[in-house]
């Protein structure tokens, strides 16, 4: 026991020491890099007149395309690491009824109609504005991993015309365990009232059928689709696509991480806070009923694959039989 705690306080006092550099790091980058923020700041606004009257073509901020359970908490917490941006995971509203009514209007087509755009526009600005605002008059990017924005990408495109998005994506069996262990679509669970497919959905007639296997198989591919429609119709320039087990769970992680930070024009944390970060296991399951794929019966994995194929192999996924 005394030998264990000697270890545990050298790597308190080990982190400590990396810390005091890590800090002393920071203040030489902000020297070298005052010029580069103060030429941001002169590019983002300075008051709420100003980004309505310029239809807030200027402002500056990042939005999550995702399925959830896909490492977006972890993913705001290195965002945040940055000096040039304010990331939030699940700010409040948190938009979570607000995206299951747009999932209903919107789910399913290649491109909206215009009202309905305009219609969503203005409740993102209702929903975001001051965020960004706020972001945007410190100098910093607005970003926010919050899964519930999938649906709502349409209408923060229109509000934000400027705004990039990242769409980040699972394994889809990882993802379907994870939504099984968590109880999706139980009555008792944030998606237990869950409308579930619209009737442009093939699965829309069957729906009380499925198990709650097959319905977490269609979440992972119904909400995948509609990001990749989306992300087809925008400037290729405005979007970074990244697979959860490359950018969060790989041994390459930071050069993934890094080009996302590129993406951004921001300065990019250091590999050994980027390091500290994913070592955390940020939102990490605890309690499974299912393990991995071997828990699931042959007859529930043919179900599954029957869903989710056409999905998985556009993200490049073999599917397991």
Not at 65 to 79: E, F, K, P, V
Not at 209 to 238: G, H, M, Q, Y
């Amino acid at each position: 026991m005394k030998k264990f705690l000697q270890l545990r306080l050298l790597n308190i006092i080990d982190y400590a020491k990396w810390k005091l550099s890590e800090y002393e790091r920071r203040i030489r980058q902000s020297t070298q890099n005052h010029n580069y923020k103060e030429h941001n700041k002169q590019q983002i606004y300075s008051h709420y007149l100003e980004c309505y009257q310029d239809n807030w073509e200027k402002a500056k901020c990042l939005f999550c395309l995702s399925t959830g359970r896909t490492g977006t908490m972890t993913l705001a917490r290195l965002l945040s690491l940055s000096p040039d941006i304010n990331a939030n995971h699940e700010p409040d509203p948190r938009l979570i009824y607000t995206s299951i009514i747009a999932q209903q209007e919107l789910g399913g087509l290649t491109t909206p109609e215009k009202h309905q755009i305009d219609k969503w526009r203005l409740i993102c600005l209702a929903a975001r504005d001051d965020y960004v605002f706020r972001s945007n008059q410190n100098g910093k990017i607005y970003a926010e991993m919050n899964n519930y924005l999938t649906y709502l990408s349409w209408g923060l495109k229109a509000a934000f015309p400027g705004s990039k998005f990242v769409h980040i994506y699972r394994n889809p069996y990882d993802f379907i365990i994870s939504g099984v262990n968590r109880g999706y679509f139980k009555k008792e669970s944030k998606l237990g009232n869950y409308k579930g497919p619209t009737p442009r959905d093939k699965y829309f007639q069957q729906w009380n059928e499925l198990s709650d296997i097959e319905k977490c198989a269609w979440l992972w591919s119904s909400v995948n689709e509609d990001a990749i429609r989306f992300r087809t119709n925008i400037n290729p320039n405005d979007i970074i696509v990244l697979k959860f087990e490359n950018t969060i769970t790989s041994d390459d992680s930071y050069e993934n991480i890094y080009n996302l930070f590129e993406f951004l024009d921001a300065q990019p944390p250091s590999q050994q806070e980027v390091h500290y970060i994913l070592e955390k296991k940020l939102n990490r399951q605890h309690s499974k009923s299912i393990d991995n794929t071997k828990s699931i019966s042959k007859s529930d994995l043919k179900k599954i694959n029957r869903i989710i194929q056409p999905t998985a192999e556009k993200l490049g996924y073999n599917l397991v039989w």
